[in-house]
């Protein structure tokens, strides 16, 4: 059977379409995802089979069928989690962080005994931190963004918007050099450091569209979500050559005969 595969942008979108107040379904963003892999299939008319030949989780199963999702167990949320190219996601590991170490963030679930598509939005953002930053690290990124973890309405973006922000981002970087991304600080000047982006417009423009919701916030304050979106955009850039690197030394082991 082959595999369900979306990537961060599509996933973000995903949990973003949940909301009661979405514009956008579901079962459109899985379309769209499914039909990248299969625009011969469908041009040739020969869509169900390939559709047939694919492995479909129980939790898009019911997303599929229009199904209600107001909240998303632990093992919905590694199921998803699966479905992301690079990931590394697992239920043990989220058990961990709920119960242990990022326990004061993601607290108890939210919505009834389930999570929230924050919480879930919050599990994806360490599972990609972690490719480049400790835990302790990622706890100091938190305070900055989400300031008292026990209260939701002093954050200064929501999880699930930060993840639809740098997802975006990295999809630009994808299409670019490895080095695109890379970003020179200013000298001291009293002020926060900002980091001025190289001669990227797209890379450029995907940024400024996340900054453009958060018109709210202050100087200060857009600085920290800027380069929290930075920081995650190149955690996700070092999931991918991880990947890639287990590929190859998977490569090498299987064909050796």
């Known amino acids: 059977m082959e595999a369900f595969t979306l990537s961060r942008i599509e996933m973000s979108g995903l949990l973003l379409s949940l909301s ?14 499914w039909t990248k892999f299969h625009r011969d299939e469908v041009r040739e008319g020969t869509s169900l089979p390939a559709f047939l030949s694919t492995d479909i989780p129980p939790i898009l199963q019911k997303l599929i069928k229009g199904g209600a999702v107001k909240g998303l167990s632990l ?11 690079y990931s590394t996601l697992s239920v043990t590991a989220m058990q961990n962080w709920v119960k242990r ?3 004061e963030y993601l607290g108890s679930p939210r919505e009834g005994k389930k999570y929230s598509i924050n919480q879930a939005a919050m599990l994806f953002i360490i599972d990609d931190l972690k490719a480049a930053l400790d835990f302790e690290s990622i706890r100091q990124l938190f305070r900055v963004l989400f300031l008292v973890p026990e209260r939701d309405d002093d954050d200064l973006v929501e999880p699930a918007q930060l993840y639809h922000g740098y997802a975006e981002l990295f999809e630009e970087i994808k299409t670019r050099a490895p080095m ?3 970003a020179a600080a200013k000298p001291p000047s009293g002020n926060p450091k900002e980091f001025q982006w190289k001669s990227d417009s797209g890379i450029r423009a995907a940024m400024e569209r996340m900054m453009k919701r958060l018109s709210h916030l ?3 304050q857009r600085d920290a979500v800027q380069n929290m ?8 850039q070092t999931c991918y050559f991880q990947a890639m690197a287990r590929q190859y030394f998977n490569a090498v082991l299987f064909l050796d005969f």
């Open 20 to 33: 009661p107040h979405s514009e956008q379904r579901p079962l459109h963003i899985l379309q769209e995802a």
């Open 75 to 85: 093992g919905e949320i590694a199921s998803l989690g699966s479905l992301i190219e």
């Open 101 to 103: 170490d990022f326990k």
């Open 180 to 182: 695109a991304a890379q």
């Open 218 to 220: 202050t100087r200060p």
């Open 229 to 236: 979106l930075l920081i995650a955009a190149i955690s996700v």
